[in-house]
Protein backbone atom coordinates (compact mmCIF):
# COMPACT_ATOMS: atom_id res chain seq x y z
CA UNK A 1 0.00 0.00 0.00
CA UNK A 2 1.19 3.49 -0.84
CA UNK A 3 0.18 6.10 1.17
CA UNK A 4 0.39 10.39 -0.56
CA UNK A 5 1.28 12.92 1.81
CA UNK A 6 -0.05 16.55 0.71
CA UNK A 7 2.29 19.01 2.55
CA UNK A 8 1.11 22.00 4.43
CA UNK A 9 -2.50 21.79 2.74
CA UNK A 10 -5.21 21.69 5.77
CA UNK A 11 -8.44 20.17 6.16
CA UNK A 12 -10.82 23.28 6.32
CA UNK A 13 -13.73 21.94 7.98
CA UNK A 14 -17.28 23.46 8.07
CA UNK A 15 -20.68 21.97 9.91
CA UNK A 16 -22.08 20.55 6.39
CA UNK A 17 -18.55 19.23 4.25
CA UNK A 18 -14.90 19.40 4.91
CA UNK A 19 -12.45 21.16 2.47
CA UNK A 20 -9.86 18.44 2.10
CA UNK A 21 -6.47 17.83 -0.09
CA UNK A 22 -7.57 15.87 -3.43
CA UNK A 23 -7.05 12.34 -3.65
CA UNK A 24 -6.57 9.60 -6.24
CA UNK A 25 -9.90 8.05 -5.52
CA UNK A 26 -11.62 11.41 -6.79
CA UNK A 27 -10.61 10.91 -10.17
CA UNK A 28 -13.90 9.53 -11.11
CA UNK A 29 -15.93 12.20 -9.82
CA UNK A 30 -13.97 14.80 -11.20
CA UNK A 31 -14.29 13.38 -14.31
CA UNK A 32 -17.87 13.00 -14.24
CA UNK A 33 -18.71 16.41 -13.03
CA UNK A 34 -15.62 18.85 -15.10
CA UNK A 35 -16.82 16.37 -17.73
CA UNK A 36 -20.56 17.91 -17.85
CA UNK A 37 -20.31 20.64 -20.18
CA UNK A 38 -22.22 23.21 -18.44
CA UNK A 39 -19.26 22.95 -15.45
CA UNK A 40 -16.22 23.24 -18.15
CA UNK A 41 -18.00 26.48 -19.61
CA UNK A 42 -17.92 28.53 -16.74
CA UNK A 43 -14.26 27.66 -15.76
CA UNK A 44 -11.10 28.98 -17.39
CA UNK A 45 -9.33 25.73 -17.73
CA UNK A 46 -10.91 23.12 -18.46
CA UNK A 47 -11.65 21.89 -21.81
CA UNK A 48 -14.97 19.93 -22.93
CA UNK A 49 -14.84 17.09 -23.74
CA UNK A 50 -12.36 15.87 -20.98
CA UNK A 51 -9.33 14.53 -22.64
CA UNK A 52 -8.12 11.21 -21.23
CA UNK A 53 -5.69 11.62 -18.51
CA UNK A 54 -6.41 15.30 -17.92
CA UNK A 55 -8.34 14.81 -14.33
CA UNK A 56 -5.10 12.11 -13.72
CA UNK A 57 -2.97 15.29 -14.47
CA UNK A 58 -4.81 17.79 -12.39
CA UNK A 59 -4.81 15.16 -9.22
CA UNK A 60 -1.34 14.33 -9.24
CA UNK A 61 -0.43 18.44 -9.74
CA UNK A 62 -2.57 18.92 -6.85
CA UNK A 63 -0.69 16.67 -4.80
CA UNK A 64 2.76 17.73 -5.58
CA UNK A 65 5.17 18.99 -3.23
CA UNK A 66 6.05 21.72 -5.88
CA UNK A 67 2.56 23.14 -6.67
CA UNK A 68 1.29 26.79 -7.62
CA UNK A 69 -1.96 26.08 -6.68
CA UNK A 70 -3.69 24.72 -3.39
CA UNK A 71 -6.75 22.44 -4.27
CA UNK A 72 -9.69 21.26 -2.05
CA UNK A 73 -12.50 18.74 -2.73
CA UNK A 74 -15.84 20.08 -0.96
CA UNK A 75 -16.32 16.46 0.49
CA UNK A 76 -20.02 15.95 1.95
CA UNK A 77 -19.36 12.44 2.99
CA UNK A 78 -19.82 13.96 6.84
CA UNK A 79 -23.28 14.83 5.98
CA UNK A 80 -24.18 12.12 3.59
CA UNK A 81 -23.41 13.83 0.65
CA UNK A 82 -21.08 12.54 -1.88
CA UNK A 83 -17.41 12.65 -1.36
CA UNK A 84 -16.78 15.30 -3.88
CA UNK A 85 -19.18 18.03 -4.14
CA UNK A 86 -16.92 20.45 -6.28
CA UNK A 87 -13.44 21.34 -6.29
CA UNK A 88 -11.79 24.95 -4.88
CA UNK A 89 -8.42 26.43 -5.31
CA UNK A 90 -6.03 29.03 -4.00
CA UNK A 91 -3.78 29.95 -6.90
CA UNK A 92 -0.54 31.84 -5.37
CA UNK A 93 0.14 35.20 -6.49
CA UNK A 94 2.85 37.22 -5.47
CA UNK A 95 3.20 40.19 -2.93
CA UNK A 96 1.18 37.61 -0.49
CA UNK A 97 -1.56 37.45 -2.73
CA UNK A 98 -3.85 34.56 -4.14
CA UNK A 99 -6.80 33.82 -6.51
CA UNK A 100 -9.61 31.80 -5.60
CA UNK A 101 -11.14 29.46 -8.18
CA UNK A 102 -14.15 27.23 -7.42
CA UNK A 103 -16.52 24.78 -9.24
CA UNK A 104 -19.45 22.67 -7.83
CA UNK A 105 -21.32 19.67 -9.45
CA UNK A 106 -24.85 20.36 -10.96
CA UNK A 107 -26.51 18.46 -8.25
CA UNK A 108 -25.13 20.55 -5.68
CA UNK A 109 -25.65 24.11 -7.54
CA UNK A 110 -27.86 26.66 -5.89
CA UNK A 111 -27.83 24.86 -2.39
CA UNK A 112 -25.37 27.47 -0.84
CA UNK A 113 -22.35 25.05 -1.42
CA UNK A 114 -19.76 27.48 -3.18
CA UNK A 115 -20.60 30.75 -1.30
CA UNK A 116 -20.04 28.24 2.45
CA UNK A 117 -16.62 26.83 0.64
CA UNK A 118 -15.25 30.18 -0.17
CA UNK A 119 -16.42 31.91 3.20
CA UNK A 120 -14.31 29.02 4.92
CA UNK A 121 -11.56 29.06 2.73
CA UNK A 122 -10.94 32.99 3.40
CA UNK A 123 -11.85 32.64 6.94
CA UNK A 124 -9.44 29.83 7.57
CA UNK A 125 -6.72 32.09 5.33
CA UNK A 126 -4.20 28.67 4.71
CA UNK A 127 -1.54 30.63 2.78
CA UNK A 128 -1.76 33.52 5.15
CA UNK A 129 -2.86 35.98 1.95
CA UNK A 130 -3.44 39.87 2.63
CA UNK A 131 -5.14 39.38 -0.14
CA UNK A 132 -7.64 37.21 -2.62
CA UNK A 133 -8.88 37.87 -5.72
CA UNK A 134 -11.40 35.87 -7.96
CA UNK A 135 -13.25 36.46 -11.80
CA UNK A 136 -16.15 35.50 -13.32
CA UNK A 137 -17.25 35.27 -16.71
CA UNK A 138 -19.84 37.77 -17.15
CA UNK A 139 -22.32 35.54 -17.88
CA UNK A 140 -22.62 33.53 -14.64
CA UNK A 141 -23.97 35.87 -12.25
CA UNK A 142 -24.36 33.41 -10.19
CA UNK A 143 -20.56 32.85 -9.07
CA UNK A 144 -20.39 36.85 -8.79
CA UNK A 145 -23.10 36.80 -5.89
CA UNK A 146 -21.10 33.75 -4.47
CA UNK A 147 -18.15 36.31 -4.74
CA UNK A 148 -20.00 39.23 -3.38
CA UNK A 149 -21.78 37.58 -0.66
CA UNK A 150 -18.54 36.61 0.23
CA UNK A 151 -17.13 39.76 1.06
CA UNK A 152 -15.27 40.15 -2.15
CA UNK A 153 -15.82 43.69 -3.87
CA UNK A 154 -16.25 44.13 -7.69
CA UNK A 155 -12.29 45.74 -9.30
CA UNK A 156 -13.26 45.96 -13.11
CA UNK A 157 -13.98 44.17 -16.31
CA UNK A 158 -11.41 42.20 -18.40
CA UNK A 159 -11.58 38.87 -20.52
CA UNK A 160 -10.13 35.47 -20.09
CA UNK A 161 -9.67 32.26 -22.34
CA UNK A 162 -11.94 29.84 -21.92
CA UNK A 163 -10.41 26.78 -23.27
CA UNK A 164 -14.42 24.72 -23.49
CA UNK A 165 -15.51 27.37 -25.31
CA UNK A 166 -12.72 28.18 -27.25
CA UNK A 167 -12.85 31.85 -27.35
CA UNK A 168 -12.20 35.18 -25.15
CA UNK A 169 -15.18 35.52 -22.76
CA UNK A 170 -15.92 38.82 -20.51
CA UNK A 171 -15.07 38.76 -17.02
CA UNK A 172 -15.52 40.34 -13.70
CA UNK A 173 -12.82 40.72 -10.91
CA UNK A 174 -13.15 41.17 -7.32
CA UNK A 175 -11.01 41.37 -4.48
CA UNK A 176 -11.22 40.79 -0.92
CA UNK A 177 -8.54 42.28 1.78
CA UNK A 178 -8.18 39.69 4.55
Same mark, same amino acid.
Given at each position: ?? &? *?????? +?TITTERFDLRP %?? =?? *? %? !? &?????? !???????????????? +? +? !???????SRAMAE? =??? *????MDASKSGGAELMGVISLERMDRNQSEVGYWVAPPAWNTGLASEAVEALVQANPLNNSTMFGSVFQDNPASARVLTHCGFEYLGDAESFCVARDATVPTWTYSRKL
Open positions: MK &L *DYIVDQ +P %LR =RS *D %L !G &LIELYA !GDERVARMTTSIPHPI +P +P !GMAEAFIA =REE *DVWA
